[in-house]
């Protein structure tokens, strides 16, 4: 259920829908051509190298590197409520970079390019239905079954 | 080869413009440019209209613009491709009159933008991040040039003070500009101490959201030499186009736009010019940090020198670089997304014509536009020359 993907969801369908499936089960999953190899994420259904519809997910550590950064002090509209959030993109370690919020473990003051994050998948507590994201961490966050 | 003039140049007010419909923007633009030109509207063999939908209740708004023009039955279509929408109507007319298919062809560029809420306008213009991955953690406009801006401090060490310094040039031109939204010269310090957008981007660094409408008629080599006219003829001998990965995730780099340097080779190799031949530049400056990296993009300095070249004051008339942006650039005439490529054009020609006034740069005979689609999803890059 792609739909569950993001507090606003703009998206939710999608060949790569089981994603967000994995992401409430607490994995984070990256895409690998079954045809050539081509690792990335975000994860893709075809292969933007050799064309292959053929994928299967793969598992990520969530291990990455700041490349910048972000804090929104104005916000579009849906977001209005969390002002100011800080948004982290993270050079991720298996392949390809992700675009998330900062997760609690991270003070405003300690962000730098290029320190070592740690991906943790989320759920939105607050949220009647089902709100599955991804934070950027210290890393050795752990975290339970989301 | 033949090349492809530009007859008449038409450039209506920027900022809330409350008393006009879209099409009644466009209108102003429109008359004006007919008349620069020289030409009536039998003339004409079909119009282009930049600019970008979501914005406007009216649907397919070329069709209301034509009738408002009274120009049925001559052919029109729109080109959408974010900020640069007016560029591409450029470019795509300039391919009409190439082919041999049309002589005469008027490129309108025209948004109302004000009619929106700033929050839904933000909502809006972050979705031209990529939305499955992006949109859903809030990214906002100026957050995506903030994440450029911070991490070409990184990699540069280029300054809050050189960001500011490039708002404070803009407006300095605006003052000078009657059509700019504001035309109110500003301090580095006023610009350092406005409320923050998204760090390190402050209200000042970042343009504002307008309405407005600009036009150019273009037309063939034979059918510019053979019409009357009083003003010199301005050439669009070089038109580069590029694109890059829709989302920040898929670049090489987050300092740089690869479709602006790609764009920008093929128009100097095309207008058979170099980066240091060019006297006059309209960058796409939505943000202070997009006209430092339009700089470098562009070629007028080395790859991270940006900063320095504004903090040396080469960008400003007489500073001995490429004097940019002097009509105001988006930061201060605002920046209706569909208008602003054309509204570039408008300035470049009028500063070849040598009509500029107060912000003339003295005998320049080479010009460029540099209007950025997006996050440099698209860069139109277009070279303009005097006889």
Known sequence: MFAWFGKVNFSPYTKVAEFADHLKDGHLKGSRCRKCGYTTFPPRADCPECMS?????????????????????????????????????????????????????????????????QVVPRIFEESERIKVYYTLDKPGTTWGKT | MSRIAVLGIGHGKFGRRSDATVQELAFEAFRDALQDAGLERKDLDATVIGSVPEYHKQRSLAGVVQEYLNLNPIPTWLTEVACASGSAAVRTAWMGIKSGLHDVVAVIGCQKMTELATAEILALMGRVGEVQWESIFGTTFPGYYALFAQAHMHAFGTTRQQLAQVAVKNHYYGARNPNALFQKEITVEKALESEPVASPLNVYDCCANADGAACVILASEKRAKSAARKKPLVWLDGVGCATASMSVLRRPNLHSLPSASDAAQQAYRMAEVAPRDIQVAEVHDCFSIAEIMAYEDLGFCEKGQGGRYIEDRKSWIGGGGVPVNVDGGLKAKGHPIGATGVSMACEI??????????????????????NVGGIGQYTFVHVYKRD
């Open chain 1, 53 to 117: 519809g053929e994928f299967e997910f793969k598992e990520f550590s969530g291990r990455g590197k700041l490349h910048t950064y972000t804090r929104i002090a104005a916000a579009p509209s849906g977001f209005e409520d969390e002002v100011p959030y800080t948004i982290g993109v993270v050079d991720l370690e298996e392949a390809g970079r992700l675009l998330a919020w900062f997760g609690p473990t991270v003070a405003e003051s300690d962000i730098r390019i290029g320190m070592d994050l």
């Open chain 2, 349 to 370: 020609v009028k500063q070849l014509r040598g009509d500029s006034g107060a912000r003339q740069v003295p005998n320049a005979r080479v010009g460029l536009t540099h």
